[in-house]
């Protein structure tokens, strides 16, 4: 489940970046910020390959998996989709036909699709 809901808040993080028109780089990395999770699901990941569960290291890496998981893609992640909404907010960019990277966005998926 929490493998959907990661992906569930990507796209949505993606599509609100479409919309707000601007702040792409930023956003972006502050995306990659959230993969530093990564480090302990591996290590994790690792230690249920090689049956390891029984040791020393396996609750603490079970726990800052967790920890990590919450802050870096949850919370983290919450307040920058949070952010961007504030940008488009503020942004000029209200009317959506005159962004030319969503139009071409459109257009791309658009003849995708075709």
Not at 74 to 98: C, P
């Amino acid at each position: 489940m929490d493998y959907i809901i990661h992906h569930v808040v990507g796209i949505v993080g993606a599509i609100a970046s479409l919309i707000a028109g601007r702040s792409w780089v930023a956003l972006a990395a502050a995306q990659l910020d959230s993969e530093f999770s990564n480090v302990f699901m591996n290590f994790r990941w690792r230690m249920l390959k090689h049956r390891l569960t029984n040791h020393v290291l396996w609750m603490p890496s079970n726990f800052l998996f967790m920890l990590s998981y919450i802050v870096c893609r949850i919370l983290f992640m919450a307040i920058l989709l949070w952010r961007n909404y504030e940008i488009h907010q503020t942004s000029h960019l209200q009317n959506m036909s005159q962004d030319p990277t969503l139009v071409y966005v459109c257009a791309l998926i658009g003849n995708f699709l075709q």
